[in-house]
């Protein structure tokens, strides 16, 4: 062979040159590259819009983590606001401009779906230039169903957006990237056909290693969190933060640990000055660094995963410690004003710290509960503190022996309840035999003994029941009479729940609900099968959860003052206390799915709880606003009422506001006779005399009623 052959003539080398450019592979950015020379930053989420994205620097590693070629999983469970929803823009803007497929954006809900493509993509594809001619704007364009609502079409793939609701959005299509956003607040189920993440990533089969998988989160409660689960079969990165004065580096937390690390402020100062003394501690040399000095910090992190070991998923946690958007004041002012109230910390808890909530123990502890009663009056002496601002009852049908167990609450502000009686009804006939619970002479008593009563209050006014909740379980006939003869609630599908009359008569069922206390408000159609009955139901393990919580962790303070989501208890038996603490909370490790097993003979005293915490729920007590509030102190004549106080009762730990104790009784200090206008501690109410109760019918023979005090043999 000629050598001279090998040689390229000069003049045709250009052309040469030119061909072999178009075999040579293509160069891809990493997308923190990318974004950054591609991304305009549009007014509709970004503060200094217009401009270039300019990525932190532990911002970086978590863009890139997409274009690695050696990962198919990204998770991210992090704070809110911090980079989930962008990073998922850039990445498919940059799937969109150098990387085509098929794409599916997973939201909660449809109307999710619409949000996003309103409020994210549309202004992404007016605002970059990159994206110009590649997504139409067209309204013309959406009769072709290239430019729809919740499709696009671009040159080499499509974008599909879709609620995870229904299996139809999930199984139909063939994609090649997963994003999903808010996995948390999935269905468990869509309508039995299984997890939605999994029937959505079914679809990507056919892509195997080029196919990509992306979850956003801030996380939920732990065994049933979605991105706890996925972050957990990562490879588990976490950023370390170098001191700016030694150079150690730390994992950035709130809560100081046993090496001394982490945010501290000054808790001797007024409660609204303490925020401001915020600073945090390096675990290592001890120093105090400001807020410029954490900034530094976190911008200099290195992620470093804690299971290297697991291949082709990266998890990311990051927290608001490590945010450029907020000062340490700011993080500290949300901790003081939330850990009090407990969902309110729970909150804070998975959206400010990144972490999962943690529930502590599984039932709340009957002695100590039975220790930290209070001597205020109750029963048919009852006088509703001042603080108590309405009444609810509830009432749990019994067949063995037949009989009605009542009690009535009383609430205020923060959801703070005090039990104000606690009875069981039963009739006799005149041979003494048990009157069944279908009789007439049962619920004539409830009506006149508890429904029908007014209640004392300590300003000297009087109260009703606002509503009264019954179980329907086996022996939903007598309830349905009972409510047909009284003020019903009203439904409407725009408008909710809403109660007309004081005295009003809520049937009620039990469903598993863990999300919500009222789950379910029966169809118009099965109410006419009732002669006009609705059935409301309540999410007992959302109520029950919401129960235990505060009763294992939430106790009166010792001057009185008020304390929110505490539940107050007069002079009870130790076995009421049991029946209250007769169940156990649950969770299967394997599918987080929970539970609660009866471990006491009786447990009519946590049912009546439930339900009372409905009753209290159809009122509007987690609508209340201060107008309402104030509306309620004014009906009881209280007339410059206070907003109660938050009280620190001990020092928080990660998942509970306060450790769990009992407490001594206070001392009774009865009051003047004259109403205050300010609020005082539940046990300093004056003891007003009830009014007389209603004489019974004539027959049958009757056993009275007896409120719990000295015998109470469940």
Not at 339 to 348: A, E, G, I, L, V
Not at 469 to 481: A, F, L, W
Not at 568 to 580: A, E
Not at 598 to 611: C, G, I
């Amino acid at each position: 062979m000629n050598p001279q052959a090998s040689i390229i003539d000069p003049i045709h080398r250009p052309l040469f040159l030119s061909l072999a450019e178009l075999w040579t592979p293509p160069s891809r950015l990493p997308l923190s590259t990318w974004a950054e020379q591609n991304i305009i930053l549009s007014s509709e989420y970004a503060k200094r819009a217009g401009r270039h994205l300019r990525l932190f620097g532990w911002q970086k590693e978590i863009f890139d983590a997409f274009t690695s070629p050696d990962v198919t999983d990204v998770t991210l469970m992090v704070g809110t606001q911090l980079c989930k929803t962008l990073f998922m823009q850039c990445a498919m803007a940059y799937v969109i401009c150098e990387d085509p497929g098929p794409i599916l954006l997973v939201e909660p809900t449809d109307t999710d779906a619409k949000d996003y493509s309103r409020e994210r993509l549309a202004p992404m594809v007016r605002d970059c230039p990159c994206l110009h001619g590649r997504i139409s704007t067209s309204s013309h364009d959406a009769k072709s169903g290239s430019n729809r609502l919740q499709a696009k079409d671009f040159p080499g793939g499509n974008l599909s957006l879709v609620g995870a609701g229904a299996p139809g959005n999930l199984a139909r299509r063939t994609i090649r990237y997963l994003f999903c956003d808010e996995v948390d607040k999935y269905k468990a189920d869509v309508k039995e056909e299984g997890d939605p993440i999994n029937l959505a990533w079914e679809r990507t089969a056919t892509f195997q290693h080029l196919r990509r998988r992306i979850m956003c989160c801030s996380p939920t409660i732990e065994g049933r969190s979605r991105i706890g689960k996925a972050y957990k079969a990562s490879d588990q990165r976490k950023p370390l933060a170098p001191c700016p004065k030694c150079g150690f580096p730390q994992l950035l937390h709130f809560f100081p640990d046993e090496t001394g690390g982490g945010v501290r402020f000054d808790t001797s100062l007024p409660r609204d000055r303490q925020a401001a003394s915020a600073y945090y501690e390096c675990s290592n040399c001890h120093a105090q660094w400001d807020d410029r000095d954490r900034k530094r910090a976190a911008n200099a992190s290195v992620w470093k995963p804690f299971a290297p070991e697991v291949a082709h998923s990266r998890g990311y946690w990051i927290s608001h410690l490590y945010s450029n958007w907020k000062d340490l004041r700011e993080i500290v002012q949300t901790f003081l004003d939330s850990k009090d109230d407990r969902p309110s910390y729970k909150t804070f808890i998975n959206t400010n710290l990144a972490l999962e909530w943690k529930e502590t123990g599984e039932t709340p502890d009957a002695e100590k509960l039975y220790a930290r009663r209070e001597d205020y009056p109750f029963g048919s002496q009852a006088v509703i503190p001042l603080r108590g601002l309405f009444l609810t009852a509830a009432v749990d049908v019994q067949d063995d022996p037949p009989r009605l167990e009542v009690e009535v609450k009383a609430w205020g502000r923060g959801r703070e309840s005090w039990s104000m009686d606690y009875r069981k009804i039963e009739c006799f006939s005149e041979s003494r035999q048990a009157l069944p619970v279908t009789s007439r002479q049962l619920w004539d008593r409830l009506d006149a003994e508890v429904l029908q009563r007014s209640w004392p209050h300590a300003s000297g006014h009087f109260l009703s029941i606002r509503a009264i909740c019954i179980d329907t379980g086996s022996r939903p006939k007598p309830v349905y009479e009972f409510a047909r003869r009284h003020a019903q609630f009203a439904y409407h599908p725009g408008t909710g729940l809403k109660l007309h009359a004081l005295r009003t008569v809520i049937p009620v069922k039990g469903t598993p609900d863990q999300f919500r206390i009222i789950s379910s408000v029966s169809k118009e159609d099965a109410a006419r099968h009732r002669q006009g009955v609705r059935i409301l139901g309540i999410g007992t393990h959302c109520a029950k959860q919401e129960i235990y919580d505060g009763l294992k962790h939430i106790r009166p303070s010792l001057d009185g003052s008020p304390v929110p989501g505490c539940t107050h208890f007069p002079l009870y038996d130790m076995p009421y206390f049991d029946g209250l603490c007769s169940e156990v909370r649950v969770v299967n490790e394997e599918t987080g799915k929970v539970s609660y097993e009866q471990r006491a003979p009786r447990n009519e005293p946590l049912d009546l709880h439930v339900y009372n915490r409905g009753a209290a729920a159809a009122v509007g007590i987690d609508r209340f606003g201060e107008a309402q509030w104030r509306m309620l102190e004014a009906e009881v004549g209280i007339v410059s009422p206070v907003a109660p106080a938050t009280v620190v009762t001990s020092e928080p730990s990660l998942s509970v506001p306060t450790e769990e104790g009992a407490m001594v009784p206070p001392t009774v200090t009865p009051s003047s006779s004259s109403p205050q206008p300010s609020v005082v501690p539940s046990a300093q109410i004056s003891h007003a005399p009830a009014p007389p109760a209603p004489a019974p019918g004539p027959a049958p023979a009757v056993r009275p009623s007896r409120s719990i005090r000295g015998t109470f043999d469940l």
